[in-house]
């Protein structure tokens, strides 16, 4: 007699994989600047971030109305010297109070810290995913566990997630793993793919391995003791088949067999870089109007010690992913950057500074006292509007100032041929630089034969001199001979 699979026994708790997930990232920030905290919270109610018809107005454990830029320069004035900002990002946010929800993630965060916590918050509904950014007064006495941070955060935020909708029924959790299909991003399925990798071997005897990996969609084993079971991995398997077909798509992934498929060396990683890249294309697009090359490629800019950066300032933003400041700089390389905002970028913008479309340039020293690299920051006084950019003549000094960096640093000047074909503000700098490089190349060929013309007639005088005081030596020598 056939024997057909049961059902596994009843549970007498939902299992883990059904509760709701919920992403929750604190950070703390120094209070370095005057202004500095209510600048924060001004960039939070920015007009955009909220629903469509949001004001930009924020809430507290009480209050349906609180302004967070004024909440938090309070906090700041009065001697405040750090304060907490928390990231709560629920995975069903589009169907939470969230409001309410914070409210109560906050209450319990409260309990477990022991002391009541004074907070305000602004939710944001400009991303993929709604969230919330809370900021916390720390005082003097507020102490945050790396527990707290790293693991009951996310929990109390799960668990409250799913006490207001319920446990994630079947359909929602497969429902996700389908949205996961096509995503260029890291994915819960390709962490399960990747546990199923084997290191292709080499091709001969003796040889390297390729470096590669291979994996093998098998078939499902229908014997197994509880029909819900096959009834899972048959989707699993379904789900790998379709993610291994849009990774083929991407890029990242060949078909070599009638189930198994090759993944390059460092394909999670590539995936990884193309959310990231997401993530920084959306964030250019809040800046889009005011560029002059829509389609600059956006990187996050570190400068190492002797690297300098030129451009023209498109504004300042926040990383939602991970609460940071940042400076977007369209580059004269034709790259958009993203560089974390610094003591002295916070000093200049203070002062009225980088303002959109003003020329910076930045470079990166090593201090001699103290061995540190640090940034020098240098509004260039030029504005570079992102309409009519090419009638603006850039001044021989802001050039001159590249030359002889890219001489000192051994830099060669940008191709000509490429610099002809590139668009926008990149290619008018580049441009420029070349030309200037040549005249100045003339000018430096010429102040050199007019100092060697300079040092001839000087050397022609001094000889000039030095015979007629041998002249007059000579004579007043025949004369005391005469005498």
């Not at 120094?30 to 924020?58: C, N, P, S, T």
């Amino acid at each position: 007699m056939a024997r057909h699979p049961k059902s596994p026994p009843p549970r007498v708790a939902p299992v883990r994989q059904y509760s709701r997930r919920a992403f929750v990232r604190v950070r703390y920030s120094g209070a370095k600047k005057a202004g500095q905290w209510r600048a924060h919270g001004a960039y939070l109610e920015r007009e955009g971030a909220q629903q469509e018809g949001g004001k930009g107005i924020g809430f507290s454990a009480t209050s349906d109305d609180v302004s967070v830029s004024k909440t938090a320069d309070a906090w700041q004035t009065a001697g405040d010297d750090k304060m907490f900002k928390f990231v709560l990002s629920p995975e069903d946010g589009a169907r939470l109070d969230l409001v309410d929800y914070t409210r109560k993630v906050m209450a319990r965060i409260e309990q477990q810290v022991g002391q009541p916590l004074e907070w305000c918050a602004i939710d944001h509904h400009n991303t993929d995913n709604p969230h919330v950014h809370i900021l916390v007064r720390a005082d003097k006495k507020l102490f945050l566990s790396n527990q707290l941070i790293n693991k009951d955060a996310r929990e109390i935020a799960g668990d409250e997630a799913t006490r207001a909708l319920g446990y994630r029924t079947e359909k929602e959790i497969q429902a996700g793993r389908d949205r996961e299909i096509e995503q260029r991003r890291f994915t819960g399925l390709d962490r399960e793919i990747q546990k199923k990798l084997v290191a292709e071997p080499p091709q001969k005897e003796g040889e390297a391995a390729p470096g590669t990996w291979l994996v093998e969609i098998k078939n499902v084993d229908k014997n197994q003791r509880y029909a819900d079971r096959v009834l899972r991995e048959k989707k699993a398997r379904r789900q790998h088949i379709a993610r291994l077909k849009a990774l083929e798509e991407i890029g990242v992934a060949e078909k070599v067999g009638h189930m198994t498929w090759r993944l390059d060396a460092g394909w999670d990683k590539a995936l990884k870089e193309l959310e990231t890249l997401k993530n920084r294309s959306s964030m250019l697009l809040q800046h889009r109007e005011l560029m002059t090359d829509p389609r600059a490629l956006p990187v996050v800019t570190k400068l190492e010690p002797g690297q300098r950066l030129v451009g023209r300032v498109l504004g300042t933003g926040m990383n939602d992913a991970t609460d940071s400041a940042y400076l977007l700089i369209e580059g004269a390389d034709g790259k958009a950057h993203f560089v974390s905002q610094t003591a002295k970028i916070v000093e200049l913008r203070g002062e009225g500074k980088l303002k959109p479309g003003e020329m910076v340039s930045l470079e990166s020293k090593v201090s001699k006292t103290t061995d540190r690299p640090f940034l020098i920051v240098e509004s260039l006084g030029l504005e570079i509007p992102s309409r009519g950019f090419t009638s603006v003549k850039i001044p021989d000094q802001i050039l001159d100032a590249d030359l002889k960096h890219r001489e000192k640093a051994g830099l060669q000047l940008p191709d000509p041929e490429a610099a002809r074909m590139t668009s926008g503000f990149a290619g008018h700098y580049q441009r420029a630089l070349i030309e200037r490089s040549k005249r100045r190349a003339i000018e430096i060929e010429k102040a050199a034969a007019e100092r060697k013309a300079r040092e001839e007639k000087w050397q022609k005088e001094r000889e000039e001199r030095a015979a007629r005081r041998n002249k007059r030596r000579r004579k007043r020598e025949i004369d005391d001979e005469i005498e």
